[in-house]
């Protein structure tokens, strides 16, 4: 008889595995850093489950966007599961050829995210990841990047959510879904 496995609740997964690095990059600011749950072969598949269905409750979906670096290990897997093609929104300066830019601001600074200009389908539907979701910045520099791409944004999708951050209130009317809060 095979035995039974009981995937923990995302809130749990996260809470366990998820640790937090004060005064990281700078002081004030406190990184959260998944690196912990990757490493661990059981946690790392939860997560991906639970993303992959949260993704599916959005409806079809084509395209699924990872933005540097932590969406790319999040998103490939979620794609997969999704039986959809996967796009990387890059730091600048690391695309070649033809590129569609957006610069916004972190809690900390200033960035800019690029994609390749032919590598989001006009008619796509497409669904974001990220690890975390803090001010809203990255997450809206790369709904930018799909509207000017023509493509549908069928949602966003983090890990975690910093609500103290207010994030959100800076996706507009995109659904946004998050696994947990901290």
Known sequence: ??????????D????Q??????????????????????????AFAALIGHLAAA???LGPV?????I???????????????GAGFVPLRKAGKLPGTVLSASYDLEYGQATLEVHADAIPPVSRVLIIDDVLATGGTLAAAGSLVSEA????????VALELPAL????????????????F
Request: a negative charge; proline letters at 9%; charged letters at 20%.
């Open 1 to 10: 008889m095979t035995p039974r496995v009981v995937m923990p609740s995302a």
């Open 12 to 15: 749990d997964l996260l809470q």
């Open 17 to 42: 595995w998820v640790r937090s690095i004060p005064d990281w990059p700078e002081p004030g600011v406190t990184f959260r850093d998944l690196t912990p749950l990757f490493a661990n072969a059981e």
């Open 55 to 57: 993704g599916a409750g």
């Open 62 to 66: 084509d395209i699924v966007v990872g």
């Open 68 to 82: 540097e670096a932590r969406g790319f290990i999040l998103g490939a897997p979620v794609a997969d599961r999704l």
């Open 150 to 157: 023509g493509a549908t944004l069928v949602g966003n999708l």
């Open 166 to 181: 207010s994030g959100r209130t800076r996706l507009g009317d995109i659904p946004l879904i998050a696994l947990t809060e």
